[in-house]
């Protein structure tokens, strides 16, 4: 059973369990609330009173545990890329309510926005080009359908009402493009402060036309609540805390950028679609969600959906495959860690084309035996050190397309050194390298067997061991027993 009904029974949950740290009041909107946020992420949620003054506060890193995103859905740890791949093939349509049910519209303003004023956007990294909202779910309806998408896109707040949108090639840039071909504005929600598992969800890899929003409702196993925005007809989860509604304009760009992104680099300056703002609605007393880039809460709200779906893709060739992993070394996109069971020789080699046929991003796979576990890279890095040779066990693919954000493209293609950025047809090209880390199918004796000693899964502290107990090292034995 879910435990993130939405944002604050989830903090309250961290906080009743010791897994959110409150900060002193008034920390600096520029760079400190980041780096305090920074330090804290994967251990404890960051809850941020006053934050530069601003009387509502911040909160950033309440998914930044695997275990915890699993928590929040209602499952096992091991059950967490099957419980969101169920939840992305069986989604559950949402169920629209009236304003007066929704929590995030029982404040609207609607004239003489100022954002700067109303939220307390953070500027996160060193050269960022000023505050950025990094958890804002952007929620547009296609122009030919109506049916919704949703997508986190980081957005540039660079103005009182106007926001820069970076927009890349995917399901809300072709809603744009539809809409801009005929000289008309997209219509968009910009949403802050949803529910674990709808922030979650927005991640899922679907066709274009499956409403991210209907995965999350699967997720929470019931409907999700969602109320039509005040000024457009795009619909928003009923229970968040903050809406930004607005208009993509069509032929309007202005500067973007810098911005550090997730593989821990900065993104250039670049001209990009702007978001026009007619009206910001909220809860009473809001909560602002940022999300810190390129640290856990970031990589794994990426890598967990995009494992769920590459898991997928692969079982459909390879029934043998029983888990993947998008490492955190490897920004939880590039690097793949597949646990395979052989039975034939050859067999890991189509898993490694397979995988790179699955998704542009990937750039390396790691095919390793079922008796290593993929979510432990100390434990994927002993199969290569005794597993692999570079001779025999190594498949290079060279010129293929990669990600634009891993900046060792830009180095392939000679870009590196000049002021243009590469155009984008030359922009991400680079190579491919897969390691069958797998042993021999058939090999004599124990020459491959991992050594195990009978009994080490069954320790049992409260069994195997003395609490209390104290050692006479004169006498080099136990103490008697007070
Ligand atoms: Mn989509």
Known sequence: ????????????????????????????????????????????????????????????????RRAWIAEAIGVEEAGLLAAFRDAAEHPLPWREVDAAEAPCQQVVIDAGIDLHALLPIP???????????????????????????????????????????????RHLLAFYKAAESKGEALEVAVVIGADPLTLLASQAITPIDHDELEIAGALHGAPLPVVKCRSNGVRVPANAEIVIEGRILPTVREPEGPFGEFPK????????EVIQVDAVTTRANPIYHTIVPA????????????????????QRSFPGVLD?????????????????????????????LGAFGAHYDIKQVIVVDDDVDVHDPQQVEWAVATRFQADRDLVVIQGAQGSVL?????????????????????????AKMGLDATRPVVYRGHVFTKVRIPGEREFDPGRDLQGGAAVDWAAGRLKARA
């Open 1 to 64: 059973m879910s435990k993130a009904r939405d944002l604050r029974q989830w903090l309250a949950h961290l906080e009743a369990t010791g897994r959110l740290a409150v900060a002193r009041e008034g920390v600096a909107l520029e760079h400190t609330l980041a780096a305090i946020a920074k330090r804290l992420d994967g251990r404890q949620a960051a809850f941020f009173p006053k934050p530069g003054g601003h009387d509502v506060p911040v909160v950033s890193g309440f998914v930044s």
């Open 295 to 314: 640290e856990m809460e970031h990589l794994l709200l990426g890598s967990i959906p995009r494992e769920a779906t590459m898991l997928a893709h692969l």
């Open 265 to 272: 680099y900065y993104s250039a300056q670049e001209n990009r």
């Open 406 to 430: 891993d900046p060792s493209t830009t180095v392939a293609n000679g870009t590196y050194a000049s002021d243009e950025p590469a155009p984008p047809h030359l922009q991400g090209i680079g």
């Open 123 to 169: 500027t996160h990294s060193e050269h960022d080009n000023g505050p950025y909202i990094t958890a804002g779910l952007v929620i547009a309806r296609n122009p030919a359908t109506g049916i919704q998408n949703v997508s986190i896109n980081r957005i540039q707040a660079h103005a009182k009402d106007r926001m820069a949108i970076l927009m890349l090639p």
């Open 324 to 352: 993947v992993h998008l490492s955190v070394g490897g920004v939880g996109r590039y690097h793949l860690f597949v646990k395979f069971k052989k039975l034939r020789e050859g067999e890991p080699k189509n898993v490694i």
